[in-house]
C-alpha cells in the first residue's frame, strides 16, 4: 500500500528519527556520527532524557491499552523500532510511517505471529488509506480503535492533523481513544523564546511546529481531551531533573476519547 509516492518523499526528514534513535539505548536506525550528535546535545540541553521519556511514555502508554483491553491498536508515525506488538501483545496492530526506509527497516523484524501490519503513509494521507479499506483490513472490521502517536506530530501540518484527525473521528467507534505526544511551549508562539527555539531545531536539522499547548483542542476536534496536556515526564511520575521539569517548552502528553456508550474498560465515560 503506498499513496504517497508522489507528494511524500521530499518532505522525509529522517533526522527525525535518527537522532531519537541514537538517544535510546534500544535504538537500531542510527549512525555512528548520530551517537556523537545526541552525546553532544546532551552536553548543553536535555535532549537525551526527554527521548528516553518519550520511549518510556511509549511503553506504559501500550501497557495501558493492554490493561484496558483493546484489541486494535493504530500507531501512526511508528518509526523504526516499533514495539507495540511486543509492549501489548496478542493484539492487531497498524502501524504507518511516511518515511520508506523506517517502514522497510522496521518490517524485517516483524514476526507472522505479531499481527502487525507496517505501511508506508503519512499524517495526511490517513483519509485516503482508510478509504482504500487499509483500516478495515487491518482491524477486521472491528471500528473500535486505540491510536496511538508518540513524538511525531510536531512534524506534521496544521492542516494534515486536522484532517487525519477529523476522519478518524468518523470513522472510529465511540468509546475509541488516542494517545499522543508533541511538542508544545507554554509561551505564545510568535515570542522571543519560542522563535528561537524554532531556530536551534532547525539548525540542528530537526525542523518541527513548535505550538502553543493551548492550539491542541482545535488542532484535534472533534475529539474529547480527557487528560492533558501534561509534560510526559509529569504523566508518567518521571523525577523531575533541573533539565527536564518546568521550563515551559515539552513534549506534551494528551489523551483523547470519542464519547459515547462504548466506553473501555475502567475508562471513565466523557
Ligand atoms: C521521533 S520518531 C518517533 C517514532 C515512534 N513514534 C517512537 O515513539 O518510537 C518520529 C517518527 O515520525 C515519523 N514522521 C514524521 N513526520 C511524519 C508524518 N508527517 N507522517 C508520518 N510519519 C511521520 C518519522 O519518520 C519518525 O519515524
Not at 47 to 69: C, L
Not at 157 to 166: G, P, Q, R, V
Request: glycine share 8%; hydrophobic share 40%.
Amino acid at each position: 500500500m503506498n499513496a504517497c509516492d508522489d507528494s511524500v518523499e521530499s518532505k522525509v526528514n529522517p533526522k527525525t528519527a535518527t537522532l531519537y534513535s541514537a538517544a535510546l539505548e534500544d535504538g537500531d536506525y542510527h549512525s555512528r556520527s548520530e551517537k556523537l550528535t545526541a552525546l553532544a546535545l546532551g552536553l548543553f540541553t536535555p535532549f537525551p532524557e526527554k527521548m528516553q521519556i518519550n520511549r518510556a511514555f511509549g511503553k506504559n502508554m501500550y501497557q495501558q491499552y493492554a490493561h484496558e483491553g483493546f484489541a486494535n491498536l493504530f500507531d501512526i508515525g511508528a518509526g523504526p523500532m516499533p514495539k507495540g506488538h511486543e509492549w501489548a501483545p496478542r493484539r492487531r496492530f497498524l502501524y504507518i510511517d511516511h518515511n520508506a526506509s523506517i517502514v522497510e527497516h522496521a518490517r524485517k523484524k516483524l514476526r507472522p505471529e505479531d499481527a502487525a501490519v507496517y505501511e508506508r503513509g503519512s499524517v495526511g494521507d490517513i483519509p485516503s488509506l482508510f478509504e482504500q479499506g487499509l483500516g478495515e483490513r487491518a482491524f477486521n472490521g472491528d471500528r473500535k480503535l486505540a491510536i496511538a502517536s508518540n513524538a511525531v506530530l510536531m512534524f506534521a501540518s496544521d492542516e494534515d492533523i486536522k484532517a487525519a484527525f477529523s476522519y478518524l473521528y468518523a470513522w472510529c467507534a465511540p468509546g475509541s481513544v488516542a494517545t499522543i505526544t508533541i511538542i508544545g511551549v507554554t509561551a505564545r508562539e510568535n515570542a522571543f523564546r519560542t522563535r528561537m527555539i524554532s531556530n536551534v531545531l532547525r539548525w540542528i536539522g530537526a525542523q518541527m511546529y513548535v505550538r502553543n499547548i493551548g492550539t491542541f483542542k482545535s488542532l484535534f476536534a472533534p475529539w474529547s481531551i480527557v487528560r492533558g496536556p501534561i509534560p510526559t515526564w509529569e504523566w508518567l511520575s518521571w523525577p523531575p531533573s533541573t533539565r527536564t521539569a518546568g521550563i515551559g517548552f515539552d513534549l506534551y502528553a494528551v489523551q483523547l476519547m470519542k464519547c459515547g456508550s462504548e466506553s473501555s474498560r475502567g475508562r471513565k465515560s466523557c
